[in-house]
């Protein structure tokens, strides 16, 4: 099945054809644009994903891994008196804890990102679509996933009356 890309040239007309869309039950909508439009988020009814919430979870892992691991050697595995400091001393501890958070986190951000966004995705048909290298500078491009066959005529129609400068079809884009 085909994807229709509505070609606009304001963010404004990208928010109409995306209100509409929604309001007809569409739901494989994406839209490619030059700058960030905060209304569209809530437009389309894109959720915040839960990344903040897995990168703090293992970020306090860091830290409960790196103190486990100094209190074992320090406290029962190597147990050395130093300087007369007990074999338990949280002060040494908070560098290396505070280094192994940040790499547990940063590790788990960049991973779990990655799979969020579904990357490495290389090729999609809508990059070999002309004139797809103005939505970096002045374009707004939405992109209809699976419309229903029947109805596929009039929506590229009424993508038209909305504003769309332009409106194609492609090969099936991946959601």
């Known amino acids: 099945m085909d994807a229709v890309i ?41 959720k915040r994903t839960g990344l903040r919430y897995w990168v703090l979870a293992a970020g306090l892992t860091g830290v409960a891994v790196a103190f486990l691991i100094q209190w074992w050697c320090n406290a029962i595995d190597y147990a050395y008196l130093v300087g007369g400091r007990p074999y338990n001393s949280l002060p040494t501890s908070v560098p290396i804890m505070f280094e192994t958070a940040v ?40 992109v209809v996933g699976y419309p229903d066959p029947a109805w596929t005529d009039d929506l590229r129609e009424r993508l038209a009356e909305l504003g769309a400068l332009e409106v194609r079809t492609v090969g099936q884009v991946p959601s």
């Open 103 to 142: 790499l547990f986190a940063g590790t788990t951000a960049f991973v779990t990102a990655l799979l969020l966004s579904r990357m490495p995705r290389v090729w999609s048909p809508v990059l070999d679509v002309p004139g797809y290298e103005r939505t970096s500078v002045d374009r707004f491009w939405i």
């Open 6 to 46: 509505g070609e606009f040239d304001s963010a404004d007309g990208l928010l109409v054809a995306a209100r509409w869309l929604r309001d007809r039950g569409y739901s494989h909508i994406d839209a490619y644009m030059p700058h960030g439009v905060p209304e569209l988020e809530q437009t389309l009814g894109i």
